[in-house]
């Protein structure tokens, strides 16, 4: 009798332990630090071709170095990973690979917005007003000296952040980081900013009420689709 | 006998389900989704005083509000954590309060290092001159169009990043944000990246071969302590 309970705590004992084992197993994926997805990427990003990214099976006749996966080519994966929404919000907009990027998303349905410095998003070179001719929204930051963020949200929980503007310069020049998580204590506070400013910079919603520019000026803040902005 | 058997196969299963929670909950404070600091702190700063944060025992009879806690006052304690070393390594450095917290650690004799980008370290207002002449070292980065980061070390675990530079108008005026975490995956890079752009601008190292500068110009990358560079 006695051998016959050994048995069966000793049986009861392995599935215990199997189950333990396929519980922490669970909670340290979905939990543990690799659990969520943490990427750094510095800049200036290594001289390359990023054909690549867009047209994997393009053999690509450019004299740059070709199929390296250098930090612009991580970056635009990024953004391109996106499948239903694409939420940027950043200073300045004059990256033509980036710009591509959202193009491309926005030829397959992606729903896409933008958010930008009044100022900023009209320096040389700005992808906001082809961006703006295919359709996508954008508006414009008018409650600060300036919308000073970098920060882009792939499907509403992925965020990439960091120090670079999405410009030619950046991108190519500068010592930059960029921070790619999908940790929701990271993420959330941003999905919340950025709806945020989207709606504080609603053109329909409290922007009527201001007082209208005076002639030859324009009103800060106003969502523009379709039509261009001087500068961009 | 079975009675005795069952006894002791509940006993063993008691002690069994203790441990596993007591190790799942050590599990989950360990590695899980709250168990690394992650904060995200959003600008421009509520407008009140941040004396508390400095002297906690001190009645301030300034004219601004009192004892909030604001995304400066957050900030600024971030930075006072520092408890051997904090690194820093920003665009522009020219927040009197940020000046403050540096010179306080300093003179609790932490070791402090300063990466500033070679032309923005001179901005008006620039706090560089103020903290070289404390004694603390700085180094200039020469190696870049723009050496753009915003980041800070705190006791090389803690990072403090995002889309602010260390200025007052960054501070007080722009819509910006700080990330603040101890997620190892997350402060792991910045730590090999601070310590790779510091040996970079080592004018001690490579810097000397370079040529030297012609008269009336200064060599850039050269760390400076004690003595004063134009603006600053």
């Given at each position: 009798?006695?051998?016959?309970?050994?048995?069966?705590?000793?049986?009861?004992?392995?599935?215990?332990?199997?189950?333990?084992?396929?519980?922490?197993?669970?909670?340290?994926?979905?939990?543990?630090?690799?659990?969520?997805?943490?990427?750094?990427?510095?800049?200036p990003?290594?001289?390359?071709?990023?054909?690549?990214v867009f047209e994997p099976t393009l053999q690509c006749l450019c004299p740059l170095p070709h199929g390296l996966e250098t930090s612009l080519a991580r970056l635009l994966r990024h953004v391109l990973s996106a499948k239903s929404t694409l939420d940027i919000c950043v200073f300045a907009f004059s990256n033509m690979d980036l710009s591509r990027a959202v193009l491309a998303l926005h030829s397959r349905g992606l729903v896409i917005r933008i958010l930008i410095d009044k100022d900023y998003g009209g320096i040389t070179g700005s992808q906001i007003g082809p961006l703006r001719r295919a359709g996508i929204r954008v508006r414009y930051d008018s409650g600060a000296v300036h919308m000073h963020h970098k920060f882009a949200l792939v499907d509403g929980r992925r965020l990439v952040t960091g120090s670079l503007n999405w410009t030619l310069q950046a991108v190519q020049k500068n010592k930059e980081n960029v921070m790619v998580t999908e940790e929701p204590r990271l993420v959330t506070p941003f999905v919340q900013e950025f709806q945020r400013l989207w709606d504080a910079n609603d053109p329909e919603g409290c922007g009527r009420a201001a007082p209208l520019p005076q002639q030859?000026?324009?009103?800060?803040?106003?969502?523009?689709?379709?039509?261009e902005r001087k500068g961009t």
């Open positions: 009798m006695s051998a016959v309970w050994t048995l069966k705590a000793l049986g009861l004992g392995a599935v215990g332990l199997t189950l333990s084992v396929e519980v922490l197993g669970w909670f340290f994926r979905r939990f543990g630090s690799k659990g969520f997805l943490k990427e750094v990427i510095f800049f990003t290594e001289f390359a071709c990023v054909e690549h030859g000026t324009e009103r800060q803040g106003t969502e523009r689709q379709g039509t």
